[in-house]
């Protein structure tokens, strides 16, 4: 699948159904008929979306590990730890599941940003707390992380 693009503001009503921003819809849409699945984030307290065919390719090394290590146990209960499949409803709505939107703190307004496969979804205040952190220099997390990717030019002296 391509990459998932764009960061939404949405709403969800008092049963925790929201509308998957057509953005979205229209990246998902060769896909959409398998469903979705959605999860706790592993580092934040956010959800994740994946599309049936994401989460199959992510399961795929979660089920390479040794389930006779305890570590690995632990790892895949923790991991699968409110995992739902999703289908959007005849009106284009998701059901967020209570546990999971208590987990991530959500309430009325959310963010849905797309984090290159999946689709975070976060409580609007959370998600602006998270983007505006002061304690986060992006640059420097931007140099540290993709900085040593071997892009063109990277050797290149400039006059």
């Given at each position: 699948?391509?990459?998932?693009?764009?960061?939404?503001?949405?709403n969800?009503?008092?049963?925790?159904?929201?509308?998957?921003?057509?953005?979205?819809?229209?990246?998902?849409?060769?896909?959409?008929?398998?469903?979705?699945?959605?999860?706790?984030?592993?580092?934040?307290?956010?959800l994740?979306?994946?599309?049936?065919?994401?989460?199959?390719?992510?399961?795929?090394?979660?089920?390479?590990?040794?389930?006779?290590?305890?570590?690995?146990?632990?790892?895949?209960?923790?991991?699968?730890?409110?995992?739902?499949?999703?289908?959007?409803?005849?009106?284009?709505?998701?059901?967020?599941?209570?546990?999971?939107?208590?987990?991530?703190?959500?309430?009325?307004?959310?963010?849905?940003?797309?984090?290159?496969?999946?689709?975070?979804?976060?409580?609007?205040?959370?998600?602006?707390?998270?983007?505006?952190?002061?304690?986060?220099?992006?640059?420097?997390?931007?140099?540290?992380?993709?900085?040593?990717?071997?892009n063109?030019?990277?050797?290149?002296?400039?006059?």
């Amino acid at each position: 699948m391509q990459s998932l693009i764009g960061v939404y503001e949405c709403n969800v009503d008092a049963k925790g159904r929201l509308l998957l921003p057509a953005a979205f819809k229209k990246q998902v849409q060769p896909v959409l008929d398998k469903g979705f699945v959605v999860k706790r984030s592993v580092f934040q307290k956010c959800l994740e979306l994946y599309t049936m065919d994401e989460w199959n390719n992510l399961v795929k090394d979660v089920n390479k590990l040794n389930r006779f290590k305890k570590k690995n146990v632990d790892f895949i209960r923790m991991f699968n730890a409110g995992v739902k499949p999703m289908e959007l409803d005849n009106t284009g709505r998701l059901l967020l599941p209570k546990d999971l939107m208590t987990f991530a703190g959500i309430s009325k307004n959310i963010v849905m940003s797309a984090a290159v496969n999946m689709i975070e979804i976060w409580d609007k205040d959370k998600y602006e707390q998270t983007i505006n952190d002061p304690n986060i220099d992006f640059g420097a997390l931007a140099e540290e992380v993709m900085g040593s990717m071997g892009n063109k030019g990277d050797d290149v002296e400039l006059p």
